[in-house]
Every structure is written in structure tokens, then in C-alpha cells.
């Protein structure tokens, strides 16, 4: 089943969404001194709020230290929210405890960027697979085995495999394995965060046709996490631009790359190589490099290297506003139109 961008905007209105963000903030404390005062924060994830769909791929995209490793994270209750609120279908997990949450874990599963170090090398693959089986189910010892053989065949490994260990594997394979590991539990919401990144090019493409693949398959939705704009374009139904904690747009797919509106977001699509993606487009450049989260600027978050910046960006924060059908943008310049 392939899912068409134009049927996932039809379903956004009518549908209770699948994961649901409510002005969620993750802020981790600086301490400092022999007492360890607190003395600051780094404000990692700052107020974000969006819905996701069933069935559907919403890409995060910004700059390493835009905070979007560390949303995938808290979204899954991995890390613990600051405020804010998560929900899973119509189901609160902000103040679950650890035990609460581990009857959700079969729904919430995250595949990780480096495969390597996210796989117990001292496990063979069919023990990596099947060590979530025998925490989350209690599936006998033979139904464990075919689900576990099932699957390796579906990320197109042998069954020969099963009895190798990681180091035996090229990154491309580890992927794959650890691809399987997050969807034997047959989940329902599954964060990539950067899960390709470290994959040569050739091998890229092959392991994301694969997660396309299976998202039709299992009936997925996926939040994808990734850099690389050319990635999310082919992967997602909707992208949020990301940038210090914050979202500064969101948008369909075809919204973001044809018609782009905050500064940002042209700043991110003016640094991919010409001929990567079709049409011409408004280039914008900023100025020096990403503030650090410790100590963000006043107003909007862009406001120190935005071209565009005036007086009133070095002072508020401006609201992510709907601009149209499809896309919203938190940008002084668009307030007044």
C-alpha cells in the first residue's frame, strides 16, 4: 500500500492523530562548583508542538544541535520531559514511570544511528532478536523462532545469519539487524534518528527503500530524524524544520521543498548541490554558526544570523502561525500578511 501525501491530508482532519506533542520542553541543568549548583540550562527541546498521523513519515531536519536526537528520545520516554505532554493514541505517557511505559514499548520503537554500538557484540543475531520477545511476550519458544526467521528474511538477510555476531557484518548488514531488532515487536510508531547517516551513499539507498518497503508492509508510521534534506524529501509525507529546540516550520513535503517560507529552512535548501533537487530557488546564507542551546538568543532563535532580521526578531519570539492549508512557519516576516 502506498501512501499518497494528498490521502494523509484528508485523514489529518478526520483522525485522532497516532503521537501527539504538546508544548514539550527537555532542558538538561549545567551545574557548576564543588555543590554542584545549577547555574543554567541547555535547552535542548523548547516548546514543541505537533501532531503525527497513522501510516504516515514526518521528517525532523536542522543543524547537528537543533535538538532533534533529543526529541526522538523524550517523545519515547527515554529521556524524561522537562513539561509538556506526549501522547500515544488518546493515552498520556508524560508521568508514566518506568513499568507503566513498559507495556507501550511493543508500540514505541526507535532505530538508532550508529548499528555497531546499539547491538550487544557478546549476542548472535538470533539472540539479539529474540531478547525482546522474551521481555515483551510470551510467545513459546518455537513461535519466538519463526518470528525471528520471518524477519530476518523481511530486512533481506539469510537465515544462515542468525548465528553470526556483529563484528561480522558489514554497516549496511548492522543496520538491517538492527532494523529487525525495533520491528519484531510489530510496532506501531517507529523514530529513525539518523539511521542511515553512517551508510555509504550506494548503501543508503538501499536500506531506505527497504524501511519503505516495510512501512507498507507493517502498516508503519515513522518519524524520520535526519541532516540530510535530500533523505527526508524521500522519505516523508510532512517536515519540520528544526533549529535550537524549536520549530520554525512545518509543512507537506512539497510545501517545504517548492515553497519555502521561514529563512531557515531556504538557508538549509540553498546548501544542497545543485542538480540534487529540481527547481530554483530563493538562496539565503547565514551568518556564522548555530549559538549554543546554553545560551540561545532573545527572541527568535534565528535572529543572529537571519539576513533578514530586524528589530522586532531580536526581541520576541515569534509563533508558529498557519499560513495555509499545508504549512506553518514562526517567522516575524509573515505576521501581517
Excluded at 526578531?313 to 495555509?324: Q, V
Aim: aromatic content about 6%; charged content about 25%.
Amino acid at each position: 500500500m502506498v501512501i499518497e501525501t494528498e490521502r494523509v491530508a484528508v485523514e489529518q482532519k478526520t483522525l485522532t492523530p497516532l503521537i501527539r506533542v504538546n508544548e514539550l520542553e527537555k532542558y538538561f541543568p549545567i551545574k557548576k562548583g564543588i555543590l554542584k549548583k545549577t547555574v543554567g540550562h541547555v535547552k535542548a527541546v523548547d516548546g514543541i508542538s505537533f501532531d503525527i498521523y497513522e501510516g504516515e513519515t514526518l521528517g525532523i531536519v536542522g543543524e547537528s544541535g537543533s535538538g532533534k536526537s533529543t526529541l526522538g528520545r523524550v517523545m519515547l520516554k527515554l529521556a524524561s520531559p522537562t513539561a509538556g505532554e506526549i501522547y500515544y493514541q488518546s493515552t498520556n505517557l508524560t508521568h508514566l514511570n518506568r513499568n507503566d511505559m513498559r507495556s507501550y514499548r511493543q508500540d514505541l520503537q526507535m532505530i538508532f544511528q550508529d548499528p555497531f554500538s546499539s547491538l550487544n557484540p557478546k549476542m548472535n543475531v538470533y539472540e539479539l532478536l529474540e531478547e525482546s520477545l522474551l521481555i515483551q511476550t510470551r510467545l513459546p519458544k518455537e513461535e519466538r523462532r519463526k518470528k525471528v526467521a520471518s524477519m530476518i528474511g523481511k530486512v533481506g538477510l539469510r537465515q544462515s545469519d542468525l548465528q553470526k555476531y556483529p563484528h561480522e557484518f558489514s554497516g549496511g548488514q548492522r543496520q538491517r539487524i538492527s532494523i529487525a531488532r525495533a520491528l519484531i515487536l510489530e510496532p506501531k510508531f517507529v523514530v529513525c534518528d539518523e539511521s542511515v547517516s553512517a551508510l555509504d551513499v550506494s548503501i543508503q539507498g538501499q536500506v531506505l527503500n527497504l524501511m519503505k518497503d516495510l512501512q507498507d508492509e507493517l502498516r508503519l508510521t515513522y518519524m524520520f530524524i535526519s541532516h540530510d534534506l535530500s533523505v527526508v524529501h524521500h522519505m516523508s509525507d510532512r517536515v519540520a524544520v528544526m533549529y535550537l529546540g524549536q520549530i520554525m516550520e512545518i509543512a507537506k513535503k512539497e510545501a517545504i521543498y517548492d515553497n519555502p517560507l521561514h529563512p531557515y529552512t531556504k538557508a538549509l535548501l540553498s546548501s544542497i548541490p545543485t542538480g540534487v533537487e529540481e527547481g530554483v530557488r530563493e538562496e539565503v546564507r547565514l551568518k556564522g554558526d548555530i549559538p549554543s542551546p546554553a545560551n540561545p538568543p532573545k527572541g527568535c532563535p534565528l535572529s543572529t544570523r537571519c539576513p533578514f532580521a530586524f528589530d522586532r526578531c531580536h526581541k520576541e519570539t515569534p509563533e508558529l502561525l498557519k499560513k495555509n492549508d499545508d504549512q506553518q512557519v514562526a517567522c516575524h516576516l509573515y505576521e501581517n500578511e
